[in-house]
């Protein structure tokens, strides 16, 4: 049973991480999904006016516009889930960025061919690319992390297994808005690494 491999790259004041959790017990994604208590998944790289019926985009603008970009048509990746929140629980690992307040966001990404999604090689190989994109941010007190996990695409009326990516990015500060602000700066530089990768995938 494939456990958590874990790869660390630090940098002054910002830390950049991917993970594969494939265990029985971890997370996992069924693509497309519904909630039974209303929400749903919104096909905004094929109808971007849906982008106006994700809740969390109209209370985060900022994860607005990051859906919106990963969703344009020259990324290599669509979008699943996503959530954002404020928090003041600090793990000991976060400790190093002296914050008593985070900002976190996670977005499930989905490769947009369909030949990516069953190929946890390309899966591994794009985490390990941004991360060390990552490795070039500026020193500011912000964190990603990268988890490749199962995912269970459904369609004509079959499914087949595969893989996604979870991006989780953080913001550290001394107060809620300070935290929140560093997350924007955070998620815009997890945005940049996506769009330079999906250039360099049409080389």
């Keep these: 049973m494939p456990g958590l491999i874990a790869h660390l790259i630090y940098h002054p004041c910002v830390q950049a991480e991917f993970a594969v959790e494939l265990g029985t017990d971890d997370e996992t994604l069924e693509f497309p999904w519904a909630s039974p208590e209303g929400p749903r998944y919104y096909d905004v790289k094929r109808q ?39 928090s003041t629980e600090i793990s000991p690992e976060e400790e190093i960025f002296g914050a008593s307040h985070k900002f976190s966001s996670y977005v499930d990404l989905v490769f947009t061919a369909e030949t990516s999604r069953g190929s946890f090689p390309e899966h591994e190989q794009r985490a390990k690319q ?10 500011i007190p912000s964190a990603a992390e990268f988890l490749i996990r199962r995912c269970y695409f459904h369609g004509d009326g079959a499914t087949q297994d595969g893989f996604y990516i979870t991006a989780y990015v953080f913001g550290y500060g001394d107060d809620a808005e300070q935290a929140r602000q560093r997350w924007v700066i955070g998620l815009k530089l ?10 360099r995938s049409r080389e």
């Design 190 to 199: 997890v945005e940049n690494a996506i769009r330079q990768l999906s250039a």
């Design 48 to 86: 971007p006016e849906l982008l106006l019926e994700i809740e969390e985009a109209h209370a985060n603008p900022e994860l607005g516009e990051f859906l919106r970009a990963i969703n344009s048509t020259i990324s290599i990746f669509e979008t699943a889930k996503c959530d954002a929140w404020p």
């Design 130 to 139: 941004l991360t060390a994109l990552l490795q070039r941010v500026p020193e």
